[in-house]
Nanobody
Framework: QVQLVESGGGLVQPGGSLRLSCAAS????????MRWVRQAPGKGLEWVAS????????YYKSSVAGRFTISRDNAKNTLYLQMNSLTPEDAAVYYC?????????RGQGTQVIVSS
């Protein structure tokens, strides 16, 4: 059974940092490109970052490039998102996601609140 469990969200002040984690199980984690996506209140789902299966290639939404870092530990079946210099515009529910046979799957999400 495929499972993605995000954690690490919370309340942080503008300019602060958070590290999100996504524990994966039920599939060959290291063979899949993984993504972080987010959904702010009242808005649609938005892609944030991607990383290939081996972890050698990363891709970022322009507004987070230089502030966020996506990484993975295939030995631990875990995906990460280090978020620095957070702004109120980064507040959202963050999900890890991947596609299997063209079907997207994501976890339950972890909420990030950026407020002073």
């Amino acid at each position: 059974q495929v499972q993605l469990v995000e954690s690490g969200g919370g309340l942080v002040q503008p300019g602060g940092s958070l590290r999100l984690s996504c524990a994966a199980s039920g599939f060959r984690f290291g063979t899949y490109l993984m993504r972080w996506v987010r959904q702010a209140p009242g808005k649609g789902l938005e892609w944030v970052a991607s990383i290939n299966g081996g972890g050698s290639n990363t891709y970022y939404k322009s507004s987070v490039a230089g502030r966020f870092t996506i990484s993975r530990d295939n030995a631990k079946n875990t995906l990460y998102l280090q978020m620095n210099s957070l702004t109120p515009e980064d507040a959202a529910v963050y999900y890890c996601s991947f596609e299997q046979n063209g079907v997207p799957t994501r976890g339950q999400g972890t909420q990030v609140i950026v407020s002073s």
